[in-house]
């Protein structure tokens, strides 16, 4: 079932793409920089893979919003305050996954909501090679 689930993601999320998809670019921010202004709490990082995907592993302390909730609810009534309740609205939001495909994807939809969002180019496992913590579940 996991398998047809992603199958059933990888569709939505290529469907979306084509009708977002902008100039959406990765940040300009250095990883230092990233690290700095995480530990000065002037930016929050969202994982912005899917539950099979984080359940493996993400940055401690990041956010957990997978792409497939902003493509399935980012046009809802009300979805506006219940991202807020998720990711703060008056900082930095970085946002990673895999690849750095759908961090740009998510960037589109969050700079919607008038958010600071820098996308990382770097992928999970590039950031913990880099030196940020790991956690699991």
């Given at each position: 079932?996991?398998?047809?689930?992603?199958?059933?993601?990888?569709?939505?999320?290529?469907?979306?793409?084509?009708?977002?998809?902008?100039?959406?670019?990765?940040?300009?921010?250095?990883?230092?920089?990233?690290?700095?202004?995480?530990?000065?709490?002037?930016?929050?990082?969202?994982?912005?893979?899917?539950?099979?995907?984080?359940?493996?592993?993400?940055?401690?302390?990041?956010?957990?919003?997978p792409l497939s909730l902003l493509a399935?609810?980012?046009?809802?009534?009300?979805?506006?305050?219940?991202?807020?309740?998720?990711?703060?609205?008056?900082?930095?939001?970085?946002?990673?996954?895999?690849?750095?495909?759908?961090?740009?994807?998510?960037?589109?939809?969050?700079?919607?909501?008038?958010?600071?969002?820098?996308?990382?180019?770097?992928?999970?496992?590039?950031?913990?090679?880099?030196?940020?913590?790991?956690?699991?579940?």
């Amino acid at each position: 079932m996991p398998r047809l689930l992603t199958t059933a993601h990888l569709f939505l999320l290529t469907l979306f793409s084509t009708s977002i998809m902008q100039a959406a670019e990765p940040t300009k921010d250095s990883l230092d920089q990233v690290k700095t202004n995480l530990a000065e709490q002037n930016a929050v990082i969202v994982d912005v893979r899917e539950k099979e995907e984080t359940d493996e592993g993400y940055i401690k302390g990041a956010k957990l919003v997978p792409l497939s909730l902003l493509a399935e609810e980012h046009n809802k009534e009300g979805f506006a305050k219940i991202l807020a309740e998720r990711i703060p609205t008056d900082t930095i939001v970085y946002t990673y996954c895999k690849a750095g495909v759908r961090s740009l994807m998510a960037a589109e939809v969050l700079e919607k909501f008038k958010y600071d969002v820098r996308p990382l180019r770097q992928g999970y496992s590039d950031l913990v090679a880099e030196g940020f913590e790991s956690d699991t579940p």
